[in-house]
């Protein structure tokens, strides 16, 4: 049934010959790094799936086009049609993944009658800055020397009580929510009943990978609504 349904993957996309990398709207289509976009890519990306050859950690990364965690058929049908034409490989944008993981993390403490934090954007705009100086220096540090928190004062925010929660290389929200909800430390500032606002960054690098930064905070200078 596999081989069935490969061949009609085959067929679908053998008359659309290839389309250059560097064309491509999401990195990570050329699972065999030749430079190019088209029918071979599809078969060695079917044969990993059926477990007949091995891929690497990177390339696994890039081939999951559908951002579900996992690599599977949907993922063929995804690069297939990406290669027919009919229906390009969208990359989300930051704010969209910020946006999902904040929906996440509300949709957890709701399920755990907490109140949902107040999604702020001037929190958001300092998690932005945050991922991207992640990207940089890896750690509540700020580059310049300071703590992650002299970031809050930049962007009109005065705090009562704050948290910070950072992580790098997880490809699609979920995956970035769950290795926080796993880690005691993280987990309790996603879940803190004592503070009200929450915003996320999220900074993707030259090569792809994702930094994600998710702030908490109570005070003044925040504003938003519960998602």
Request: net charge positive.
């Amino acid at each position: 049934m596999f081989k069935k349904f490969v061949a009609l993957v085959l067929a679908v996309v053998i008359s659309a010959g290839c389309i250059p990398a560097s064309a491509a709207t999401n990195k990570g289509v050329d699972i065999n790094g030749d430079g190019k976009i088209n029918v071979t890519d599809v078969v060695q990306l079917a044969a990993f799936v059926k477990g007949k050859r091995t891929m690497s950690a990177s390339v696994q990364k890039k081939a999951d086009l559908n951002g579900d965690g996992k690599i599977n058929v949907t993922d063929i049908i995804k690069l297939a049609a990406y290669i027919k034409g009919v229906q390009p490989v969208k990359q989300k944008t930051t704010k969209q993944l910020a946006d999902e993981l904040a929906t996440l993390v509300n949709k957890e403490r709701r399920s755990r009658n907490i109140k949902a934090y107040v999604y702020s954007s001037e929190l958001s705009a300092a998690a932005a800055k945050r991922a991207q100086e992640i990207s940089k220096v890896y750690d509540h540090t700020r580059p310049n020397g300071t703590t992650c928190f002299t970031v809050l004062s930049e962007y009109g925010i005065s705090y009562t009580s704050a948290g910070e929660n950072i992580a790098y290389g997880q490809t699609t929200p979920t995956i970035a929510f769950n290795s926080f909800l796993n880690s005691a430390p993280h987990r309790s500032n996603m879940l803190n009943t004592n503070m009200t606002y929450m915003g996320i960054g999220v900074y993707r690098g030259s090569d792809g990978t994702l930094y994600w930064a998710q702030l908490f905070a109570s005070g003044s200078g925040m504003s938003g609504s519960q998602i």
